[in-house]
């Protein structure tokens, strides 16, 4: 769909395909229900965006905060458990708000539910792609959330920032339209005297020394920390993003100077190189020697058994783990070929000897190099998730 990547924010008022995330604090009132009038009122713009020829593709939070009313719930839960049953409730609550509004303007909805695993794993990423593509020939509205009611912890991402950059990338969309609480992106949060907005970012040195540690919304989750990781996903991946409040939306869509732009850095990549590296829980650590610390580094090889000393966790074959240099540094996140159980009677040895003792298929690598991405120095906003 997309022909080329947006340069500019007036391209976005022509954009053909839009993925809008809205987070449960643009959804609700102050005592934390949902708000069928802010609902509304989003919905109106995503009609006003539709029919000036754009395809719109929801990715909506807020089924949790929907069931705190109806469960009789003081606050927002925090055990699994009950996020799990309320999100069951309020997801039905949800969509059938949304539901109402589209069809007043002769719109349908489409509801799609997914786990951090139908993005990623290829059979069941091809399965939403084309889900989500029938829908939006059928002129439907796609309205995405996580499949909270039964993603484990974990599986799931807990959040709708990464999960709408990703969806971005399924959808080929022009670009990803984060509407939260606040106006923009602040150089601190905005309640801090002297907070700046940040109008422009054209790749991660532009965020150095700007402050996300203060939490979000009491409805909300993840704060600033994760709409950052939702953005490096997107951007990296050829996606710009604009992150605004929902008040802003309509001006945001139509491309005009609101919120804060973030440039398109990287070109379009397989999206489970992404989810490697922003967003994956990585099940163990690999410890290698330096030699394996240069292949895989400089010379962007496969990792071998050889060059590793030591292995930690619990993994299975396909699992992502961390790759550790000798100082302790993590240099890189792989998929790894063998499970945990397996690795310990590898390390250290040779492809030839792995093939004589133990026969083909034990002599390939422990991670290819497709397989594996390169991790630099963590952004200071990364380590206070
Ligand atoms: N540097 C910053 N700039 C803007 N907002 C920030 C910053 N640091 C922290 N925040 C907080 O992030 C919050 C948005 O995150 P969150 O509550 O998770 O929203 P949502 O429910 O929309 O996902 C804002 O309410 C704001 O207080
Ligand atoms: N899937 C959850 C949303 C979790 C989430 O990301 O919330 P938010 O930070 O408000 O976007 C729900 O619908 O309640």
Do not use: C
């Amino acid at each position: 769909m997309t022909a080329a990547p947006l340069h500019t924010r007036a391209e976005l008022g022509s954009a053909s395909r839009v993925v809008v995330k809205v987070g449960s604090s643009s959804l609700t009132s102050a005592d934390g229900r949902l708000d069928p009038v802010r609902l509304r009122a989003l919905v109106d713009v995503l009609v006003e965006r539709r029919a000036a020829g754009s395809q719109v593709v929801l990715v909506s939070s807020g089924a949790i905060a929907a069931a705190i009313g109806p469960l009789g719930l003081a606050a927002r839960p925090r055990d699994l458990a009950t996020q799990q049953a309320a999100a069951s409730v309020g997801q039905g609550l949800l969509v059938a708000h949304y539901t109402k509004a589209f069809a007043d303007h002769g719109l349908r909805v489409g509801q799609v539910l997914l786990t951090a695993d139908d993005t990623v794993r290829r059979v069941h990423y091809r399965n939403a792609h084309r889900a989500l593509t029938r829908l939006l020939d059928l002129g439907v509205v796609p309205i995405i959330n996580e499949n909270d009611a039964v993603a484990t912890d974990e599986i799931r991402f807990g959040d709708n920032d990464r999960l709408a950059a990703l969806v971005s990338h399924l959808v080929h969309a022009d670009a990803l339209v984060l509407l939260t609480d606040v106006d923009a992106l602040y150089t601190a949060a905005p309640s801090q005297p002297g907070a700046r907005r940040i109008t422009r970012v054209d790749g991660p040195r532009d965020l150095e020394g700007i402050d996300v540690s203060r939490r979000g919304s009491a409805v909300g989750t993840g704060g600033m920390v994760t709409k950052l990781e939702s953005v490096a996903i997107a951007t990296g991946s050829g996606i710009p993003v604009v992150l605004t409040s929902a008040a802003q939306a309509a001006q945001a869509l139509a491309g005009q100077d609101v919120g804060t732009w973030f440039a398109a850095t990287g070109r379009r990549k397989p999206i489970r190189l992404l989810w490697l590296a922003h967003a994956a829980r990585v099940r163990g650590r690999l410890q290698l020697d330096e030699g394996a610390v240069r292949a895989v580094v400089e010379r962007r090889t496969s990792l071998l058994p050889a060059g590793v000393i030591a292995v930690e966790g619990s993994f299975e074959a396909g699992d992502p783990v961390e790759l550790v240099a000798p100082d302790g540094r993590v240099v890189a996140r792989g998929l790894v070929a063998f499970s945990a159980d397996e690795v310990p009677s590898l390390l250290g040895r040779s492809t030839h000897d792995l093939r004589r003792e133990l026969g083909a298929g034990y002599d390939r690598e422990l991670v290819h190099r497709d397989d594996l991405v390169l991790v630099r120095r963590r952004p200071a906003w990364a380590t206070s998730a």
